[in-house]
């Protein structure tokens, strides 16, 4: 019987990219998930981190997997280990986690799974990436839509944003390689631009005048309370924004056009290739 690949989050931004990708190559691919995928030639499980009941089934011939914390828990800890210990019990030997480039080892939210995943299988890679560019439109799309703005509290701090396409082809090649990368990448695109020139750039694709609008972190927890985040994860994420301007995601890496051959797409390219996705209805 064909060993699976199990994703994790198989209907997020980057597990169903991985998916697609991956079906393509003939992989056999299950995902695990509370929803039913909309995707041709996946085997689908019911998957819900809070109930462990849900795990065995995921995991039932599976070799290798994409691991995709629980979704706005500032501790998966609880949730993630027990998983990885059924995982490593039931024979998966490859994981892939996807965290952040913005959090440290022993960091919170997805700092201590790095130490984790190496713990319970042999063959293991960290993704790293920067900030996706799918959050202008996930995460900024209705104040850029109704206001024409953007809000963070990142000042003139400068990331290196990247598409969730080159994370998942990065994704793949971590999981179906030979070789185990074993190792952490941190993964950005090609420039690192601040959030009013990102604005720009998406002004221009979308025909508008899309400004940068900077707030205090306090102001930025309390829109993200307002969103439905707990108050210990709008805190977090909040707090990322302070480190992006005091320049911690000011950086570049060469990782995706290393791994995959292919240089990683510029904001501009994904701009105009999303600008309906901003433009006045």
Do not use: C
Not at 171 to 178: F, P, S, Y
């Amino acid at each position: 019987m064909e060993k699976k690949i199990l994703i994790t989050g198989g209907t997020g931004t980057t597990g169903s990219r991985i998916a697609k990708r991956l079906v393509r190559l003939g992989a056999g691919v299950r995902i695990a998930s509370r929803r039913m995928p909309a995707m041709a030639g996946t085997e689908h499980v019911y998957f819900d981190w809070n109930d462990q009941k849900t795990y065995r089934d995921a995991l039932k011939n599976t070799n290798s997997l994409y691991l995709v914390a629980p979704v706005g828990v500032f501790e998966p800890s609880p949730l993630v280990v027990p998983f990885l210990e059924m995982a490593a019990a039931s024979g998966v030997r490859r994981i892939v986690l996807l965290s952040a480039a913005i959090i440290d080892e022993d960091g919170p939210v997805f700092g201590k799974l790095h130490h984790a995943v190496r713990r319970y299988v042999p063959e293991w890679t960290v993704l790293k990436p920067s900030y996706f560019m799918q959050n202008f439109d996930h995460q900024h799309g209705a104040s850029i839509r109704k206001k024409n703005e953007i809000v963070t509290a990142s000042g003139s701090g400068k990331v290196g944003f990247i598409d969730a396409d080159d994370i998942a082809e990065v994704a793949v090649r971590a999981l179906l390689d030979q070789k185990p990368h074993n190792t952490s990448h941190i993964l950005t695109g090609p420039e690192a631009l601040s959030y009013a020139e990102a604005a720009a750039i998406i002004g221009r694709a979308a025909g508008r005048d899309v400004r940068h609008v900077n707030v205090e972190v306090s102001a930025l927890r309390e829109r993200y309370i307002k969103a439905g985040l707990s108050p210990d994860y709008a805190g977090f994420m909040s707090e990322l924004d302070e480190k992006i301007k005091n320049g911690k995601e000011n950086r570049i890496t060469d990782t995706v056009e290393r791994i995959t051959g292919k240089k990683p797409r510029s904001l501009a390219d994904f701009a105009n290739e999303h600008a309906g996705r901003w433009r006045l209805l």
